[in-house]
């Protein structure tokens, strides 16, 4: 079974033909934009399942299609390369391997159902159009960011990835809140990915050659120096912090909830979140060339899985439930691909696709019903919206790691992973177990169990009891792609149920790297003890949520007066938003560099271009003279000058 490359090629080029056919063609008519979208998106997918056919029928081993040449500056001019110029060749090519496969699968998995799910709760919008022309071009950036084989056009597409993320989050741009988000998304991510191209020029410099599977056989080779390896790999790993929402550049994410929910679910699922772990894992046998590297992705992965995980515990919107619990998640993926667990990583990128996809969409069907996201006004929709809750319930279990259900198996190979690596990270992840049931079930309980609260006066067109009418269940249009997400958010664990480290999704990600790094990474066999302990404690936080939030055994308000301080700290999320606008931006780094900025352009810049002026001016002052039209200075000066003339040559005939 072979992929031919005009069908790779068209997984990419059909949602960029899809938004400039919104663009140029089908803006007036919205539907029809909504299906032009979900066409190209549906026959994207089936060529990314043609795809992974293809890699699976050749055992793993990457499918390399032809190479072509973007840009040459010195290669073919003789004379720049004896003068040492710029010699570079800038090629892009496709390479689809096991991980750019799977990845495929993903992102145009979730981004189906995404636009499906989103001609219900986008009905009615005056932007219809522009968010489906918004939606082809981010799903089309990151698809652009797996299949190429360069890592320069790794970082074009990352940035468009970016410019995508700031369109759709700030889609209601007249609310001043969805605006201020989009900005902070698109300048917090910026910073990570300074260190991002740094990373890349710097490793230009010392190679030749932005080729992605020749950097991984240099790594591995030792062919490079250890302190430029790791420069480069701590570069790439900026950039992910960013991209992935890491601490300390995580406090985007929670903003970027003022996006449409459908837009929340593409981005916390498939598309700018994991591309972060996508990097790392893509250039993850440069990781392994730097113990350093790897122990930084490890530490900062654990710390913000159980950060963030510390906030979900006491946000009120349902939302940022889910974005923090994303920003945790991440970590987890993070901290396994740090000790090692290559494979865990990707496993758990893969299920936690589907289950928060799931979560995401369901909040949106709440949402859809009760007007609000502040689950202080929900409860009792359980009955109302039977359809919506089952699939929740679904994907919570699921992220709670809950045996059998998909997230139990991958978050177990991670724990393997960490236990047989570092000890204090497999107690940070255990930790986190216990928290991510708690906050998850918390959701649960508050959102779908008890009475009714009364929602609030919905923005897009929500039917509650605001309106002298009870919440109901969604339209089959939201509610499909629900019970569809519910499947795989169930069942996909068991692609990789691990045995004895010989698991299928293991076989076909090793084939992406070279054989020295498939050879180091870590393949810890299922762990029973492991296992049962980490589910007791997911069981203990349910419990735990259970007994507050739905048998009221214990009033959440009495334990947050015993937590005092503590609690106000997490809930004021660690005083991070604070940090960044008062002191980095208001008041401290941003003035900072603006006045050093401005003292060097008042007195370095204009001082050389004023002082060059008046040097000009004051020498045509002092020589003005030589142009009197005096004929009479004229001679003297001629004269003068051959009497100088004169006295040279008879020095210079003695000597």
Request: glycine share 10%; proline share 3%; hydrophobic share 55%.
């Amino acid at each position: 079974m072979t992929v031919p490359e005009g069908v790779v090629w068209a997984i990419f080029l059909l949602p960029v033909a899809a938004m400039l056919a919104i663009t140029f063609g089908t803006k007036p008519y919205p539907r029809l934009s909504g299906y032009v979208t979900i066409g190209a998106v549906g026959l994207a997918w089936l060529f990314a399942l043609w795809t992974l056919g293809a890699v699976i029928h050749s055992g793993g081993r990457p499918l390399d299609f032809a190479t072509y040449h973007w840009l040459r500056i010195g290669t073919d001019n003789q004379v720049l390369r004896n003068l040492g110029g710029p010699n570079l060749d800038l090629t892009v090519g496709l390479r689809i391997d096991g991980l750019s496969a799977i990845m495929l699968v993903i992102v145009t998995s979730i981004s189906l159902f995404v636009q499906v799910y989103s001609q219900g709760y986008m009905h009615g919008d005056g932007g219809y159009s522009r968010y489906y022309a918004y939606m082809s071009l981010f799903t089309a950036a990151m698809l652009g960011l797996v299949i190429v084989n360069s890592i320069i056009f790794v970082y074009v597409f990352w940035e468009l990835v970016g410019l995508g993320s700031y369109l759709l989050i700030g889609f209601w741009f007249q609310k001043e809140s969805a605006a201020n988000a989009a900005k902070k998304a698109f300048l917090t991510t910026r910073l990570g990915d300074i260190g991002f191209l740094l990373g890349i020029l710097l490793i230009w410099t010392k190679t030749d050659t932005f080729n992605i599977p020749l950097l991984q056989s240099l790594a591995q080779q030792h062919q490079i120096s250890q302190g430029v390896i790791t420069l480069f790999a701590l570069g790439l790993f900026a950039g992910a912090i960013g991209k992935s929402a890491q601490f300390p550049l995580h406090v985007w994410l929670p903003d970027a909830m003022e996006g449409p929910t459908p837009v929340s679910a593409l981005i916390h699922a498939a598309t700018m979140v994991a591309a972060g772990v996508y990097l790392v894992a893509r250039m993850f046998p440069v990781f392994q060339a730097s113990s350093e590297a790897m122990h930084t992705v490890a530490y900062i992965g654990g710390f913000t899985a159980i950060f963030a995980a510390s906030m979900a515990m006491v946000m009120t919107d349902i939302k940022r439930v889910l974005a923090y619990s994303t920003i945790s998640q991440l970590g987890y993926m993070m901290l396994a691909l740090g000790v090692g667990g290559y494979v865990a990583a990707i496993f758990h990128l893969l299920t936690h696709a589907f289950f928060k996809a799931l979560l995401f969409l369901g909040s949106g069907s709440v949402n859809h019903a009760t007007g609000t996201f502040d689950m202080r006004k929900m409860g009792g929709l359980r009955r109302l919206m039977p359809v919506t809750y089952a699939t929740f319930l679904v994907g919570a279990l699921s992220l709670s790691g809950v045996v059998p259900f998909a997230g139990f198996w991958s978050k177990d190979e991670i724990l393997a992973n960490a236990w047989g690596d570092n000890k204090l990270l497999w107690a940070v992840a255990m930790a986190v177990v216990f928290m991510t049931a708690f906050y998850t079930f918390r959701a649960v309980f508050l959102t779908f169990e008890g009475q009714y609260r009364g929602g609030e006066p919905a923005e897009h067109g929500a039917v509650h009891d605001a309106q002298g009418r009870a919440p109901h269940e969604s339209p089959l249009v939201m509610a499909l792609p629900l019970l569809v997400l519910a499947v795989p958010a169930a069942l996909i664990g068991f692609v990789n149920v691990p045995t004895h480290g010989t698991e299928a999704l293991a076989h076909l990600l090793e084939g992406a790297l070279p054989a020295q790094a498939a050879g180091a990474i870590r393949h810890d066999s299922f762990n029973i003890a492991l296992a049962a302990l980490s589910t007791l404690l997911a069981l203990l936080g349910i419990g735990l949520a259970y007994a507050v939030y739905e048998a009221k055994a214990v009033r959440a308000e009495d334990l947050r007066k015993v937590w005092g301080p503590v609690a106000t700290l997490v809930e004021r999320k660690y005083y991070m938003d604070e940090l960044y606008e008062r002191v980095a931006v208001r008041d401290g780094l941003y003035r900072g560099v603006c006045a050093a900025a401005q003292w060097f352009d008042t007195h370095v810049v204009d001082f050389s271009v004023n002082g060059a002026g008046s040097l000009t001016r004051r020498s045509g002052d002092a020589l003005r003279w030589l142009q009197s039209g005096s004929v009479q200075a004229y001679g003297t000066v001629g004269f003068a000058g051959l009497v100088a003339a004169a006295f040279l040559m008879l020095v210079l005939l003695e000597r």
